[in-house]
């Protein structure tokens, strides 16, 4: 069936770092993927989503570009801030993305001043 | 208000008794999902409902059961709750007609069984 796997966490960065979090999937089809973010004592939030290949989501300077040739939709931010602390989820939806989302485990991001 | 609501935000119950978690929603969605969510687990898919209809099982549905009562109202129920099923548990919504826009979520229910 459809996975998705994240890099295990916990990840901590100073402020103004580089962030990457890599995701990979394993999907028949052309699924649509997405990045979720959970901050502390809240549900998730769409980040960002690409729905098909070499498409880059983007948002709050968060990127991340559906490679299927490597099947993956890593995470990157160019300077992260003590804001973005919180958990980060990679996610697909099967062919058409009107399907259940798939997620993968999570990854936790604590950013230091 | 929330457009996904839950009711209750935490709870504590003990071992055995029956307990519902409630979710409504009022961005006119059709299709509801219950997840619960682990530490190191992700997010796993209990059951979900693409129409009042329409029940599906997810991943994890042993222990569960589900009533779309209407189109905005989906409970979950533990008929005999085990510590195992102590977790955080939340409700989404999304859009049969709108594609690949992911979902709503609400913010959770932290359910606990002793």
């Known amino acids: 069936g459809d996975s998705v796997t994240q890099m295990e966490g916990p990840v901590t960065l100073s402020e103004e770092a580089f962030l990457t979090i890599n995701c990979t999937y394993t999907?028949?089809?052309?699924?649509?993927l997405f990045w979720y973010v959970q901050y502390p004592g809240e549900g998730l939030q769409l980040l960002l989503k690409?729905?098909?290949?070499?498409d880059k989501g983007s948002n709050k300077g968060f990127e991340a570009t559906y490679r299927k040739e490597t099947t993956s939709f890593h995470l990157e931010k160019g300077s992260v801030q003590v804001s973005d602390s919180a958990v980060y989820f990679c996610a697909l939806s099967a062919s058409g993305g009107s399907e259940k989302l798939v997620f993968g485990k999570g990854t936790k991001l604590t950013v230091n001043p | 208000d929330a457009d996904v609501t839950q009711t209750p935000r935490n709870r504590i119950t003990k071992t055995g008794k029956r307990i519902m978690l409630e979710c409504s929603q009022t961005?006119?969605?059709?299709?509801m999902y219950w997840y619960r969510q682990d530490p190191g687990l992700g997010l796993r898919l209990i059951y979900y409902s693409f129409d009042v209809k329409d029940i599906n099982k997810g991943e994890i549905s042993d222990g569960y059961s589900v009533s779309r009562q209407a189109q905005a109202k989906f409970s979950l129920s533990l008929e005999s709750a085990i510590p195992n099923q102590t977790a955080l548990y939340f409700c989404?919504?999304?859009?049969?007609?709108?594609?690949?826009?992911?979902?709503?979520f609400g913010s959770g229910t932290r359910l606990t069984v002793v």
């Open positions: 961005k006119g969605h059709d299709r």
């Open positions: 690409a729905t098909k290949a070499d």
């Open positions: 989404a919504t999304s859009d049969s007609g709108s594609g690949a826009v992911g979902y709503t």
């Open positions: 999907a028949t089809g052309y699924p649509s």
